[in-house]
């Protein structure tokens, strides 16, 4: 156990070391199988459901004791390296001790309270399997050691904790639910992209401080990592303005499931914040001290969201009728504390920074504590009236005495009266305040500080408002009375109670023992530790503020009860929700819904309408088609009856080839008949002409012959002719001389002849003389007269006297050619001596 | 390691199927019990076949042998390497898990004589894309099966499923010429479209851009990435359950199988980074996951809605590849095994609820889980992994691709991750939430009064379901060895 007497120093300054031990593994499996005995379980005997659950409870919380020891000497590891192909890995240091400690505790006595509770819940089995898985999840987020694990866990909670939510399984519950559920996923998705983010930067998801790894890297802003993370367990831890979910989800859920919720599930967040501060915000040494700067920054920013969230948180309390969604609210605004202790612990880097974290710690702590006590008390209150409208519920303090004691006593725990735990860890915060205000000045931080001061004086402000509708003032004429409250609804109540007055009246202990061991997972400075470890906080200082807190809630509470001002609502526009998530949510969500669903649709209707415009050009393909078709057919008609002309042409130009063949070949037979008989002309020709040759030869030599011959004969001829010319000369001379003779002979003759043509001459021109004067005197001759006439006409011209050729008779003629003969001979002869 | 092995399992894994697909034809108009335990002796027999090729596989040796040229360089091709390996593995699981379903699934529908043989036939078709050794194969089984499934999708006769069909024939065939170009190309510029030849185009011009975008719009088609993803959301639907299970779980996986081989063998990472193609394939990622997880939120039919699911999931492979690193491509098979199994899981869940109560609106399917928990388990089990929560395999798958997606510098490609998830998230839990919680405030005659399906469905469902959780959970988770091989390999052609 953990009171077991161990320094302090002794932890914080060694080095601790490494253990391996499959024990965490148990406290997370546990409870999951557990949940699946306990569904088999209850489908035979229903009753047994809620036995099984509380023993699972505390065996549970239990086991998470058995670490305790381990954990006091080192780290306590277990690695699985090839599960989910990346490692599992368990690691357990004392602040997830811490944390898993808070939870196995407040679940044990929430599931001891539901043992007895779930009788008047209708889904009693459905409650218990999977409130023990939510129990085995939110342990496995307090007690790995890398974020992929964590995440595992992280998103395991997310279902199984929805289960929870629904339990009622009525509308408001599913409509509760599925926003849970919505902003658990969300958150998961962010937080994812920051694990994702973180990896890419480092390379290791390990829950070590990364500061100088991250400021090495270039182009990494932690700023985003930072913020991813914070949005993610924000959601969970319910900070404003992420804590949407949880008024919602209180108002409709058993008083169990908020138990857990407000007392466990809410710490899973812290946790992770924690965390989320130790990686990024927290070097691994205190000399990088140049890197504060970006812790201060962040430090500043978170203090302020805490701050905001306390003070918002309580405002909205105040204003709340259902007791849940009251208690829900002061969750919120208790959150705001952790927040703003955080904040101002990583804003006071370097300075008392442990002061900030250890505030934080305690206080969600303390919050478990009490926050678990008030929704067991008001789940009594529902078990005993079934109500929870604070204007329908009053003047219970008489019949339940021992539950306004119990409330009493929780209501000073949370107003931070001096002798409580909730004073401890209010005034670690608010020194971390003052001590920032002191450190750095300004007028923000005094603000800062009276922030807190009032967000305190309104959580007893609204407390004493549930106190006022519940216990005091006149009950309802109603009787609603219906339930005897089983005793074991009250165990729970004093164990916490117990830890409740334990922490407040030995604080130092405690945050000695506990909380600054824990503080060994970060590198704080040990001055600070050791501030803290001997802090009085019981000086007057401390007490003064928790007075000062006391009087300025009585100064608020009074008035504004006076006046009736609880009863007021703020209007419904007027929420974070409806301001901003709502309409962001909206407007992305239809947005992305109308866009895809355009886009689909205009990608389809772009395919038809290209159908559409395909088909139209098909049919102008078509129609022209048509129209080539008939050009074809046409042409195809035109050029069919040009065939047929072409082949009748071609039949005829066959004919007359095949025609021309014939004569051809008959040309060619003839040709070759010719050729023949050509060649057998030529054949008897050529014989012939040989033969003619050869006569021509023959011929050649006679002729040869001939002519020696003929040339003799004419040499022979020629002496001949020579001695017929010496004859002929002489004959010429001769014939020269009778010639002669024959001329004077002749020229008598003529002599002769003249003188007988002028006799005939004169006769005649008497004759004529007579003829003309016989014409005259006749007149008309006859035919005989003419005949004589004409015979007497001729007369005078054929004198057969004269030299005539009538007149020359046969053998003058005969002598005339002999005598040309002679001539004739004699001239050839002259000639044909001459010519030889 | 590569060397060439005369390994005949991949032709028997291949030609089994196509082979017996005629005798269940045969034998389904004489018996239906024989035709039934035939078709699923075929399915094991097949799976048996591919894993008995796990040894070779695994020792990083890669089966690649030619059949039969047809022209010099261009022949009838095996090659199965480990990407081939992981995606005839799953493929060949899932089918044999579908084909038990699918006996009593079809028992009660008309034309399980056409059912069968044809679902058996399209797994041959199916394995013979995953290890055919070039493109010119692969080409051939694609269009086998792209056709062949078009039976499978308009098995139900109705108008709807006829208009459907007809929409994912024409689409079909328009990817399939696209494709048919795109190898064209690729032998025009490389001379060989082999798978084995490592990097086929090397420079980044015109017409290798013409190959990639014609091999996009090819491959893209069939794994339903925008703008070609209309079919998708008619066609899956209108098939009877098993077969979406496997069109929507195995079939498009054909596509991004396809893409990967672009990427890696006809190009490869540095010619793609060169040319600034990734941010194309980036670009139609992002709008493809947003627009398939945006659009499922406004359906509010069934399996209408887990249709567009796979779209946006698609997504996630096309983001996959488009981060051109290897933690990514990781994810992205890793994602090919996850969305297979947990697709077919929510197809045949929803099939076994369509099939027990004729309900298909998801307002009316309250309190369906309390008379089905095992069915429903498994829908829940699945669409959780869906929505990426641990330690599903969908988680893995998403957180690997994220990392992946870092590593490129691109940190928006995680938000879009992650705003898909939450709008998974948005359309998956209320069916759960209906499913187990609701329902209590319905008087008696709304309620569901079904039990649930018979044990032949619930099994295979079951398995995949658990499945789900084991693939994402248990050690030496195999899936994710392989995938981590597969892309070690796959990068380690390129870069050598």
């Given at each position: 156990?953990?009171f077991?007497?161990?320094?302090?120093?002794?932890?914080s300054?060694?080095?601790p070391?490494l253990?391996i031990?499959?024990?965490?593994v148990a406290?997370?499996l546990?409870?999951m199988?557990a949940s699946?005995l306990?569904?088999?379980?209850?489908s035979?005997?229903?009753?047994?459901?809620?036995?099984?659950?509380?023993?699972?409870?505390?065996?549970?919380f239990l086991?998470?004791?058995s670490l305790y020891?381990l954990?006091?000497?080192g780290?306590?590891?277990?690695h699985?390296s090839?599960?989910?192909?990346?490692?599992?890995l368990?690691r357990?240091?004392l602040?997830?001790?811490i944390?898993?400690?808070?939870v196995?505790?407040?679940?044990?006595?929430?599931?001891?309270?539901?043992?007895a509770?779930?009788?008047?819940?209708?889904?009693p089995?459905?409650?218990?399997c999977?409130?023990?898985?939510?129990l085995?999840?939110c342990?496995?987020v307090v007690?790995?050691?890398d974020?992929?694990?964590?995440?595992?866990?992280?998103?395991l909670?997310?279902?199984?904790?929805?289960?929870l939510?629904?339990n009622?399984?009525?509308?408001e519950?599913?409509a509760?639910g599925?926003?849970?559920?919505y902003?658990g996923v969300?958150?998961g998705?962010?937080?994812l992209?920051?694990?994702?983010?973180l990896y890419?930067?480092?390379?290791t998801v390990?829950?070590?401080?990364?500061?100088?790894?991250?400021?090495?890297?270039?182009?990494?802003?932690?700023?985003?990592?930072?913020?991813?993370?914070f949005?993610?367990?924000?959601?969970?831890?319910?900070?404003?303005?992420l804590h949407?979910?949880?008024p919602?989800?209180y108002a409709?859920?058993?008083?169990?499931?908020n138990?857990?919720?407000?007392g466990?599930?809410?710490?899973?967040g812290?946790?992770g914040?924690?965390?989320i501060?130790m990686l990024v915000l927290?070097?691994?040494?205190?000399?990088m001290?140049?890197l504060?700067?970006?812790?201060?920054?962040?430090?500043?920013?978170v203090?302020w969201?805490?701050?905001l969230?306390m003070?918002?948180?309580?405002?909205?309390a105040l204003?709340q009728?259902?007791?849940f969604?009251?208690?829900?609210?002061?969750s919120?605004?208790?959150?705001?504390?952790v927040i703003?202790?955080?904040?101002?612990?990583a804003y006071l880097?370097g300075a008392?920074?442990?002061?900030?974290f250890?505030?934080?710690?305690l206080?969600?702590f303390?919050h478990?504590l009490?926050?678990t006590a008030?929704?067991?008390i008001?789940?009594i209150?529902?078990y005993?009236t079934?109500?929870?409208e604070l204007?329908?519920?009053?003047?219970?303090w008489?019949k339940m005495p021992l539950?306004t004691?119990?409330?009493?006593l929780s209501v000073?725990?949370?107003?931070?009266?001096?002798?409580?735990?909730?004073?401890?860890?209010?005034t670690?915060?608010?020194?971390?305040?003052?001590e920032a205000?002191?450190?750095?000045?300004?007028?923000?931080?005094y603000?800062a500080?009276?922030?807190?001061l009032?967000?305190?004086?309104?959580?007893?402000?609204y407390y004493?408002?549930?106190?006022q509708g519940?216990?005091l003032?006149?009950g309802?004429?109603?009787?609603?009375f219906k339930?005897?409250?089983?005793?074991?609804l009250?165990i729970?109540?004093?164990?916490?109670?117990?830890?409740?007055?334990?922490i407040?009246l030995y604080?130092n202990?405690f945050?000695?023992?506990f909380?600054l061991?824990?503080?060994?997972?970060?590198t704080?400075?040990?001055h600070?530790?050791?501030?803290?470890?001997?802090?009085?906080?019981?000086?007057?200082?401390?007490?003064e503020?928790?007075l000062?807190v006391?009087?300025?809630a009585?100064a608020?509470?009074?008035p504004l009860?006076k006046w009736?001002?609880f009863?007021?609502?703020?209007p419904?526009?007027?929420?974070v929700?409806?301001?901003v998530f709502?309409?962001?949510a909206?407007?992305?969500?239809?947005f992305?819904?109308?866009f895809?669903?355009?886009m689909?649709?205009?990608?389809?209707?772009?395919?038809?309408?290209?159908?559409?415009?395909?088909?139209?050009?098909?049919?102008?393909v078509?129609s022209?088609?048509r129209?080539?078709d008939k050009?074809?057919?046409?042409?195809?008609?035109?050029?069919?009856?040009?065939?047929e002309k072409?082949?009748?042409f071609d039949?005829?130009?066959?004919?007359?080839?095949?025609?021309t063949?014939?004569?051809?070949r008959?040309?060619?037979?003839?040709?070759t008949?010719?050729?023949?008989?050509?060649?057998?002309?030529?054949?008897?020709t050529?014989e012939?002409a040989r033969r003619?040759?050869?006569?021509?030869m023959?011929l050649d030599e006679?002729?040869?012959?001939?002519?020696?011959?003929t040339g003799?004969?004419?040499?022979r001829m020629?002496?001949?002719?020579?001695?017929l010319?010496q004859v002929l000369d002489k004959t010429?001379e001769?014939t020269?001389?009778?010639?002669?003779r024959?001329?004077d002979r002749?020229?008598?003759l003529?002599s002769?002849l003249?003188r007988?043509y002028?006799?005939?001459g004169?006769?005649?021109?008497?004759?004529l003389?007579?003829?003309?004067?016989?014409d005259e005197?006749a007149?008309?001759p006859d035919?005989?007269?003419y005949?004589?006439s004409?015979s007497?006409a001729?007369r005078?011209?054929y004198?057969?006297?004269?030299w005539?050729i009538?007149n020359?008779?046969?053998?003058?003629?005969?002598l005339?050619l002999?005598?040309?003969?002679?001539?004739?001979?004699?001239?050839?002869?002259?000639?044909?001596?001459t010519?030889l | 390691?590569e060397t060439v092995?005369?390994?005949f399992?991949?032709i028997w894994?291949?030609?089994f199927?196509?082979?017996?697909?005629?005798?269940?034809?045969i034998?389904?108009n004489?018996?239906?019990?024989l035709?039934?335990?035939?078709?699923?002796a075929?399915a094991?027999v097949?799976?048996?076949?591919?894993?008995?090729?796990y040894?070779?596989i695994i020792?990083?040796e890669i089966?690649?042998?030619?059949?039969?040229?047809?022209?010099?360089?261009?022949g009838?091709?095996v090659?199965?390497?480990?990407?081939?390996?992981?995606l005839?593995?799953?493929?060949?699981?899932?089918?044999?898990?579908?084909?038990?379903?699918?006996?009593?699934?079809?028992?009660?529908?008309?034309?399980g004589?056409?059912y069968f043989p044809?679902?058996?036939f399209?797994?041959?078709s199916?394995l013979?894309?995953?290890?055919?050794?070039?493109?010119?194969?692969?080409?051939i089984f694609f269009e086998l099966?792209?056709?062949?499934s078009y039976v499978?999708v308009i098995?139900?006769?109705?108008?709807?499923?006829?208009?459907?069909?007809?929409?994912?024939?024409i689409?079909?065939?328009?990817?399939?010429?696209?494709?048919?170009?795109a190898?064209?190309?690729?032998f025009?510029l490389?001379?060989?479209?082999s798978?084995n030849e490592g990097?086929?185009?090397?420079?980044?011009?015109?017409?290798?851009?013409l190959?990639?975008?014609?091999?996009?719009?090819g491959?893209?088609?069939?794994a339903?990435?925008f703008?070609?993803?209309v079919?998708?959301?008619d066609?899956?639907p209108?098939?009877?359950?098993?077969?979406?299970a496997?069109?929507?779980?195995?079939?498009?996986?054909?596509?991004?199988?396809g893409?990967l081989r672009v990427?890696?063998?006809v190009f490869?990472?540095?010619?793609?980074?060169?040319a600034r193609?990734?941010?194309i394939l980036?670009?139609?990622a992002v709008?493809t996951?947003l627009l398939?997880?945006a659009?499922?939120?406004?359906?509010?039919?069934?399996?209408?809605?887990l249709?567009?699911?796979?779209?946006?999931?698609?997504?996630?492979?096309?983001?996959?590849?488009?981060?051109?690193n290897e933690?990514?491509l990781?994810g992205?098979?890793?994602?090919?095994?996850?969305?297979?199994i947990m697709?077919?899981?929510?197809?045949?869940a929803a099939?076994?609820?369509i099939w027990?109560?004729?309900?298909r609106n998801?307002?009316?399917?309250?309190?369906?889980g309390?008379?089905?928990?095992?069915?429903?388990?498994?829908?829940t089990?699945?669409a959780?992994?869906?929505?990426?929560?641990?330690?599903?395999?969908g988680f893995?798958?998403k957180?690997?691709?994220?990392?992946?997606a870092?590593?490129?510098?691109a940190?928006?490609?995680?938000?879009?991750?992650?705003?898909?998830s939450?709008?998974?998230?948005?359309?998956?839990?209320p069916?759960i939430?209906?499913a187990?919680?609701?329902?209590?405030?319905?008087?008696?005659?709304?309620?569901?009064?079904?039990?649930?399906?018979s044990?032949?469905?619930i099994?295979p469902?079951?398995?995949?379901?658990?499945g789900c959780?084991?693939f994402?959970?248990?050690p030496?988770?195999i899936?994710?060895?392989l995938?981590?091989?597969a892309a070690?390999?796959?990068?380690g052609r390129?870069?050598p």
């Amino acid at each position: 156990m953990f009171f077991a007497a161990h320094e302090v120093s002794e932890v914080s300054k060694e080095l601790p070391s490494l253990i391996i031990s499959w024990r965490p593994v148990a406290v997370v499996l546990f409870p999951m199988v557990a949940s699946l005995l306990v569904l088999l379980a209850a489908s035979k005997i229903k009753r047994f459901a809620g036995f099984m659950a509380a023993l699972v409870g505390i065996v549970t919380f239990l086991l998470v004791l058995s670490l305790y020891p381990l954990v006091r000497h080192g780290i306590i590891e277990f690695h699985y390296s090839n599960l989910m192909s990346m490692g599992l890995l368990f690691r357990v240091d004392l602040l997830s001790f811490i944390f898993a400690f808070l939870v196995s505790l407040c679940w044990m006595l929430v599931l001891i309270y539901a043992s007895a509770y779930m009788s008047i819940e209708e889904q009693p089995v459905l409650y218990f399997c999977f409130s023990l898985l939510t129990l085995g999840s939110c342990l496995g987020v307090v007690l790995t050691g890398d974020l992929v694990s964590l995440f595992l866990f992280f998103e395991l909670l997310t279902f199984s904790s929805y289960v929870l939510v629904i339990n009622r399984l009525n509308r408001e519950a599913l409509a509760a639910g599925l926003f849970t559920l919505y902003m658990g996923v969300a958150g998961g998705l962010v937080l994812l992209f920051g694990i994702f983010y973180l990896y890419s930067a480092v390379g290791t998801v390990e829950l070590a401080p990364l500061m100088e790894k991250l400021a090495a890297t270039p182009g990494i802003s932690p700023a985003v990592i930072f913020t991813c993370f914070f949005i993610g367990f924000g959601i969970k831890a319910g900070v404003i303005p992420l804590h949407l979910w949880m008024p919602k989800a209180y108002a409709a859920s058993p008083a169990v499931v908020n138990a857990l919720s407000s007392g466990a599930m809410i710490k899973a967040g812290i946790y992770g914040v924690l965390r989320i501060l130790m990686l990024v915000l927290t070097p691994s040494s205190l000399e990088m001290k140049e890197l504060f700067s970006f812790s201060i920054s962040t430090g500043y920013l978170v203090m302020w969201l805490g701050l905001l969230t306390m003070v918002a948180g309580a405002v909205m309390a105040l204003m709340q009728g259902n007791i849940f969604k009251l208690l829900a609210y002061s969750s919120i605004s208790q959150m705001g504390y952790v927040i703003t202790g955080l904040g101002a612990g990583a804003y006071l880097f370097g300075a008392e920074e442990a002061m900030g974290f250890s505030g934080a710690v305690l206080h969600s702590f303390n919050h478990t504590l009490f926050k678990t006590a008030f929704f067991l008390i008001a789940g009594i209150i529902f078990y005993r009236t079934g109500e929870v409208e604070l204007k329908k519920l009053g003047g219970l303090w008489k019949k339940m005495p021992l539950v306004t004691v119990f409330f009493i006593l929780s209501v000073l725990a949370i107003a931070g009266i001096p002798g409580f735990n909730g004073y401890i860890s209010k005034t670690l915060i608010h020194d971390a305040l003052l001590e920032a205000q002191h450190h750095f000045g300004g007028l923000d931080l005094y603000i800062a500080e009276k922030f807190f001061l009032i967000g305190s004086a309104l959580t007893f402000c609204y407390y004493l408002k549930f106190f006022q509708g519940v216990f005091l003032g006149p009950g309802p004429e109603k009787e609603y009375f219906k339930r005897k409250v089983p005793w074991l609804l009250y165990i729970p109540l004093f164990v916490l109670l117990l830890f409740v007055l334990a922490i407040g009246l030995y604080p130092n202990f405690f945050v000695e023992k506990f909380v600054l061991a824990s503080t060994n997972v970060f590198t704080f400075d040990h001055h600070s530790i050791e501030h803290i470890a001997g802090f009085h906080f019981f000086d007057p200082h401390p007490v003064e503020a928790a007075l000062q807190v006391l009087i300025l809630a009585l100064a608020i509470y009074l008035p504004l009860n006076k006046w009736k001002l609880f009863e007021r609502s703020a209007p419904r526009w007027m929420s974070v929700e409806n301001l901003v998530f709502a309409p962001v949510a909206r407007v992305t969500f239809k947005f992305l819904c109308r866009f895809g669903v355009s886009m689909d649709g205009s990608v389809n209707n772009f395919y038809f309408s290209l159908g559409d415009n395909f088909l139209r050009f098909c049919r102008y393909v078509g129609s022209f088609d048509r129209g080539l078709d008939k050009f074809y057919m046409t042409s195809s008609h035109t050029a069919l009856q040009f065939l047929e002309k072409s082949r009748q042409f071609d039949d005829a130009l066959n004919e007359a080839y095949e025609r021309t063949g014939f004569t051809a070949r008959d040309l060619a037979d003839r040709t070759t008949r010719f050729d023949g008989a050509l060649n057998r002309a030529y054949e008897i020709t050529s014989e012939a002409a040989r033969r003619m040759a050869d006569r021509t030869m023959q011929l050649d030599e006679a002729l040869d012959r001939t002519y020696e011959r003929t040339g003799e004969a004419a040499m022979r001829m020629a002496d001949r002719a020579m001695q017929l010319d010496q004859v002929l000369d002489k004959t010429y001379e001769r014939t020269g001389e009778a010639a002669k003779r024959i001329a004077d002979r002749t020229g008598q003759l003529d002599s002769a002849l003249d003188r007988g043509y002028e006799k005939a001459g004169a006769s005649t021109k008497h004759l004529l003389q007579k003829g003309a004067a016989l014409d005259e005197g006749a007149g008309k001759p006859d035919r005989e007269e003419y005949a004589v006439s004409g015979s007497k006409a001729k007369r005078p011209s054929y004198n057969p006297l004269e030299w005539n050729i009538r007149n020359i008779n046969f053998d003058s003629l005969l002598l005339a050619l002999m005598l040309g003969l002679v001539i004739f001979i004699l001239f050839y002869f002259t000639r044909g001596l001459t010519g030889l | 390691m590569e060397t060439v092995i005369y390994n005949f399992l991949p032709i028997w894994a291949v030609m089994f199927p196509v082979f017996m697909s005629v005798i269940i034809f045969i034998t389904g108009n004489r018996s239906e019990k024989l035709r039934n335990g035939l078709s699923v002796a075929t399915a094991v027999v097949t799976f048996l076949s591919v894993a008995a090729m796990y040894p070779v596989i695994i020792s990083g040796e890669i089966i690649v042998f030619t059949l039969f040229d047809i022209l010099p360089g261009l022949g009838i091709t095996v090659r199965v390497d480990i990407l081939s390996f992981c995606l005839a593995a799953i493929s060949s699981f899932v089918w044999m898990l579908v084909s038990v379903y699918s006996i009593d699934y079809m028992s009660h529908e008309h034309g399980g004589n056409r059912y069968f043989p044809i679902f058996i036939f399209t797994l041959g078709s199916t394995l013979g894309i995953f290890m055919a050794g070039d493109f010119f194969t692969l080409f051939i089984f694609f269009e086998l099966m792209s056709l062949i499934s078009y039976v499978l999708v308009i098995h139900e006769e109705t108008r709807e499923a006829l208009r459907a069909g007809y929409k994912y024939l024409i689409m079909t065939i328009i990817g399939g010429l696209a494709l048919f170009f795109a190898i064209i190309l690729t032998f025009e510029l490389a001379g060989t479209v082999s798978l084995n030849e490592g990097t086929l185009i090397t420079v980044p011009s015109t017409l290798a851009f013409l190959a990639f975008l014609t091999f996009l719009i090819g491959f893209g088609m069939k794994a339903g990435m925008f703008p070609l993803h209309v079919w998708l959301p008619d066609a899956h639907p209108v098939a009877p359950s098993p077969a979406s299970a496997l069109l929507s779980g195995i079939m498009l996986k054909t596509g991004a199988y396809g893409l990967l081989r672009v990427i890696f063998h006809v190009f490869n990472v540095s010619v793609i980074k060169e040319a600034r193609w990734d941010l194309i394939l980036g670009v139609i990622a992002v709008i493809t996951i947003l627009l398939g997880s945006a659009v499922a939120i406004t359906q509010f039919d069934l399996k209408r809605r887990l249709a567009y699911s796979s779209i946006g999931q698609m997504g996630y492979i096309i983001l996959g590849m488009a981060l051109l690193n290897e933690k990514a491509l990781v994810g992205d098979v890793f994602h090919i095994f996850s969305h297979a199994i947990m697709k077919s899981t929510l197809f045949l869940a929803a099939g076994a609820i369509i099939w027990k109560t004729g309900l298909r609106n998801i307002n009316d399917l309250h309190g369906i889980g309390k008379k089905m928990p095992v069915t429903m388990g498994a829908f829940t089990l699945a669409a959780l992994a869906m929505i990426g929560i641990p330690p599903l395999n969908g988680f893995l798958s998403k957180w690997t691709l994220s990392l992946g997606a870092l590593d490129a510098g691109a940190p928006y490609y995680v938000v879009v991750l992650l705003v898909s998830s939450l709008l998974n998230g948005l359309y998956y839990l209320p069916i759960i939430i209906a499913a187990f919680f609701g329902g209590e405030e319905h008087d008696e005659e709304a309620k569901i009064k079904v039990n649930e399906a018979s044990y032949r469905m619930i099994i295979p469902v079951a398995i995949l379901g658990i499945g789900c959780l084991a693939f994402g959970l248990m050690p030496n988770n195999i899936a994710f060895e392989l995938s981590l091989k597969a892309a070690s390999f796959l990068f380690g052609r390129v870069i050598p």
